[in-house]
């Protein structure tokens, strides 16, 4: 769980309007500018390429290390392997103090920020100066970079001006081109006075001993030109096997980080070139390559990280990331920001500098959408929050509330319990709109769905499933909210299937998937739900698993696997569920879908994706055709409609701050589609959806797309006997 101190600097950055209202125009444009740039590209194959080189260098990293150091070494270069962040700082304050250093320039080096190499420069009384606009604006207001890319997003114009009116003793305007037009100035003189530049690299090719930086700004190659002597820091995951690999990822890389076609400069670096001194002489300047490990070799012998050696580090991830767009890098991140900087800084710095900033991933899987080296960035901060839950424990109140819900009778005694305790509270509404004292949090962005009175469990014993000749058996996993909140969706399944012809069973052992212990961080609760579902599923004896909850079906599909993969016989009995396991509607369309029919009232309707149905799954064209086909029903598209709604399980009661806005977002595309309901494929989106429009927009309702069909289709047979 997040700290006190953590949750106000979460406060700080959603109150902070500047910041949010620059992250949000950012990421909007941000859509429209990289859907621009890559049309014409094929995306999916860059990736693949990307892929194929990232991966084989990192699998050949000593072969790789060797051929770079003899190449760049031939042509000049000196090379220096660091293992950790003391070493290199070691080397090149050495360096530095044996040449009589006294003032420096950098330019485009993340990995200077995570080995902190300013502060122990500075400590050697060296003036050192960042050349980067965002980033010596940055350093002038005493701070770290927000952003990979753009480390000043977070800071208006007119605190620049002051900033810069601070460190220069005059009174500068908050007029971009005049800002500008100083730091030019300003860096212009750093940039000849400098007796050392420092710069990083986006690629260290280890065919040429080459090394290609990617900038916007020209700094780049005044610094590795200007100065006598010049050092690149190079983690080695940038390192590429052959010249031409190069281009899969300069066609990726701008287009990704920016949405730009090509970025202004790409500067390619093979050996010394010639330094001028002050008296006209001309000489080869000094050139050192400082190749950094510092924890990444860790990370790749890691499996569960070893793709992370994929990444080139476009930030493509943060753009599109819900919580960064409302926080920024200075909460959502260490040095290295957002998702992916979370899991580096995890290797690179450590697991207590990670352990907040993971917390805030969705889980929503956005990124990997838009990632160009395919990294599943939410998978590897599971992983990291289940290790860490291992390690340190996750706090005794969760632990308690997933000790519960792994328990099935107590938790199913607890929840019929709740359905009577919730009167004073519920007045007798299908909602709680208020919660006492330190509850009212949960209450005040949206309504709370009540505990049904009658659990599906119960419903199922008394609804007539009149198939006659069944072609086959299908087990329904409900899920808790299906069960014991949302019945009448299991009761649409039912009657679904069993006009496909199928009848339909509920394993009375069933219960809660474990997604809350594994996105909680506890695998043990996790596991021992995954063990009991296996069990009372028997899906050796059914022809499909069918669940109407896309997080329960992508549990039941994938996580079960991984739990319990250390047991041969519980896997072989994981992997058979695996393989009946659908989606309602994927099932359902799978089976040929439903007769065109309904009560043919008109019905204008929105579809709003589950992440875990689109992004896991690929579910998505299947509801739409599902909806179209059902008599009366208009589908208008809203914008957006596979962003996330913020509910992701138990982070909309961790985090209900960061949810609220989320959520906010996503009722003001619903209510632009002039809709009155939303119709969606998963109940934690429907508690989370329906919630706030309950407290916002009541006209506005949303079903289920089973309960729809199931009303649609009852009404049209009472039509029709009358």
């Not at 080397?91 to 080096?109: D, M, N, T, W």
């Not at 805030?360 to 998978?379: A, F, M, N, R, Y």
Request: aromatic share 6%; proline share 4%; net charge positive.
């Amino acid at each position: 769980m997040a700290d006190q101190n953590f949750k106000k600097k979460i406060s700080d950055a959603l109150g902070n309007e500047v910041l949010r209202g620059a992250l949000g125009r950012f990421g909007d444009a941000y859509t429209i500018a990289r859907a621009k740039a890559y049309e014409g590209y094929d995306f999916e194959a860059i990736s693949e390429d990307i892929v194929r080189v990232k991966s084989f260098a990192a699998s050949h990293l000593d072969e790789m290390l060797d051929q770079f150091e003899k190449e760049a070494t031939a042509r000049g270069a000196k090379v220096y392997r660091a293992t950790t962040a003391e070493d290199a700082k070691r080397y090149v304050s050495e360096l530095a103090k044996k040449h009589g250093v006294q003032r420096i320039i950098k330019s485009k080096s993340m990995v200077s920020e995570e080995i902190l190499l300013n502060d122990n420069l500075i400590a050697d009384g060296i003036d050192v100066q960042e050349t980067d606009l965002g980033e010596w604006i940055v350093q002038l207001a005493g701070q770290h970079p927000s952003h990979m890319i753009l480390p000043a997003i977070h800071m208006t114009k007119e605190e620049v001006a002051d900033t810069f009116s601070g460190h220069l003793n005059r009174l500068e305007q908050p007029v971009i081109a005049e800002l500008v037009k100083t730091a030019r100035v300003e860096l212009r003189k750093k940039f000849l006075e400098a007796d050392m530049g420092i710069s990083g690299a986006n690629m260290a090719i280890a065919e040429t001993g080459t090394l290609i930086m990617l900038t916007n700004e020209g700094n780049g190659r005044l610094t590795t030109t200007l100065p006598p002597l010049h050092v690149f820091l190079v983690g080695i995951e940038k390192l590429v096997p052959k010249f031409e690999d190069a281009t899969h990822i300069l066609q990726a890389l701008p287009r990704s980080a920016t949405g730009q076609q090509i970025t202004s400069y790409v500067s390619m670096v093979t050996g010394p070139t010639p330094a001028y001194y002050a008296d006209g002489t001309v000489k080869d300047k000094e050139f050192h390559i400082v190749l950094i490990d510092n924890g990444r070799r860790k990370m790749y012998d890691d499996e569960k990280f070893k793709k992370t050696f994929q990444c080139i580090r476009c930030a493509s991830c943060l753009n599109v990331c819900p919580a960064f767009q409302l926080l920024g890098g200075h909460v959502y991140g260490h040095i290295y920001t957002g998702g992916i900087g979370t899991i580096l800084t995890n290797f690179v710095n450590s697991d207590k500098d990670a352990k907040n900033p993971q917390n805030l991933c969705l889980q929503c899987g956005k990124c990997t959408e838009v990632c160009p080296g395919k990294l599943d960035i939410p998978q590897m901060i599971l992983e990291l929050r289940n290790r860490m839950g291992e390690k340190d424990g996750i706090g005794a109140a969760p632990k308690f509330a997933l000790d519960v819900v792994s328990n099935r009778r107590l938790f199913h005694s607890m929840l019929r319990i709740a359905s009577l305790a919730q009167l004073p509270f519920s007045k007798g509404q299908p909602v709680i709109r208020h919660l006492p004292m330190f509850l009212s949090g949960l209450t005040e962005k949206k309504s709370l769905p009540t505990v049904a009175k009658v659990p599906l469990r119960d419903v199922i014993k008394k609804v007539k499933q009149e198939v006659k000749n069944p072609k086959g058996k299908i087990a329904l996993y409900a899920g808790c909210l299906i069960d014991f909140v949302y019945p009448k969706i299991g009761e649409g399944i039912i009657a679904g299937l069993n006009e496909k012809g199928y009848e339909v069973i509920f394993p009375d052992g069933q219960s809660c998937c474990g997604a809350p212990a594994t996105y909680m961080g506890d695998r043990k609760n996790a596991r021992k739900c995954a063990i009991m579902n296996i069990e009372a599923l028997e899906a050796e004896k059914v022809d499909y698993v069918v669940s109407g909850c896309p997080t329960c079906t992508h549990a039941l599909i994938d996580s079960f696997k991984e739990l319990v993969h250390d047991d041969p016989a519980l896997l072989a009995r994981a992997e058979v569920l695996s393989s009946k396991s659908r989606d309602f509607s994927k099932l359902l369309f799978d089976l040929g879908g439903l007769t065109p029919g309904g009560d043919g009232v008109p019905m204008k309707v929105t579809y709003h994706d589950s992440c875990h149905l689109k992004r896991s799954m690929g579910v998505y064209a299947e509801p739409r055709k599902i909806l179209k086909d059902t008599a009366g029903v208009q589908l208008i598209e809203m914008n957006e409609s596979d962003r996330c709604c913020g509910f992701a399980g138990s982070y909309s009661i961790k985090f209900p701050e960061i949810s609220g806005p989320i959520l906010d977002r996503k009722m003001k595309n619903i209510e632009e589609t002039g809709a009155d309901f939303v119709v969606v494929d998963c109940p934690g989106c429907l508690m989370q959806i329906g919630g706030g429009l309950d407290k916002k927009n009541q006209r506005i309702k949303v079903i289920h797309t089973a309960e729809l069909l199931l009303e649609k289709r009852k009404k049209a047979k009472k039509k029709g006997k009358s």
